[in-house]
T-cell receptor, first 114, second 113 residues
């Protein structure tokens, strides 16, 4: 399947700091998603992004979060003023245009907020 | 609140046996169903998807869907130690461009040599 890379693989930050997580698609993906997984818990949907716009967001995705695709390539998730409870694995996912609605997941970024 | 439920396990199976995993979902509007495998510390890896009632086979894996009972299952035949992982059931509402996945908590499978 087509793949993406996510950077950084591990981010350690102090509470209150801003972090930017990046997802770099390789193929011509059209639909993007961010999910997170707190250690030992379910994978949770954060936001979907289509045609350079947010198409759906969860109640978790409040004003602290934002997404963009600034250069038509990188897909970023910004977390402002991080909290301890933001510590989790953050996964970028994508879906190809047309065909099935199967989503594929990137390798993830482990965010640790101290 | 739309829910996807799985038995957390661990489900312990001897090598070569069949592992049977179950998943129930609450939203009758759900359109597509996915099984992902997740090794510890790694991202979900797609095993297979199913849209229609009945069985779908792919190698050693068979997915079964019963929309009337809101139930989807995964069978792993000839289980191998490398199949030891957490298996995630995910359900897709297929709403316009959103298509968000709702995940169950996963079933941990241990295949013993």
């Amino acid at each position: 399947e087509p793949e993406v890379t996510q950077t950084p693989s591990h981010q350690v930050t102090q509470m209150g700091q801003e972090v930017i997580l990046r997802c770099v698609p390789i193929s011509n993906h059209l639909y993007f998603y961010w999910y997170r997984q707190i250690l030992g818990q379910k994978v949770e949907f954060l936001v979907s992004f289509y045609n350079n716009e947010i198409s759906e967001k969860s109640e978790i995705f409040d004003d602290q979060f934002s997404v963009e695709r600034p250069d038509g390539s990188n897909f970023t998730l910004k977390i402002r003023s991080t909290k301890l409870e933001d510590s989790a694995m953050y996964f970028c996912a994508w879906r190809l245009a047309g065909g099935t609605d199967t989503q594929y997941f990137g390798p993830g970024t482990r965010l640790t907020v101290l | 609140q739309k829910e996807v439920e799985q038995n957390s396990g661990p489900l312990s199976v001897p090598e070569g046996a069949i592992a049977s995993l179950n998943c129930t979902y609450s939203d009758r509007g759900s359109q597509s169903f996915f099984w992902y495998r997740q090794y510890s510390g790694k991202s979900p890896e797609l095993i297979m998807f199913i849209y229609s009632n009945g069985d779908k086979e792919d190698g050693r894996f068979t997915a079964q869907l019963n929309k009337a009972s809101q139930y989807v299952s995964l069978l792993i035949r000839d289980s191998q130690p490398s199949d030891s992982a957490t298996y995630l059931c995910a359900v897709n509402e297929r709403k316009a461009a959103g298509n968000k996945l709702t995940f169950g908590g996963g079933t941990r499978v241990l295949v013993k040599p």
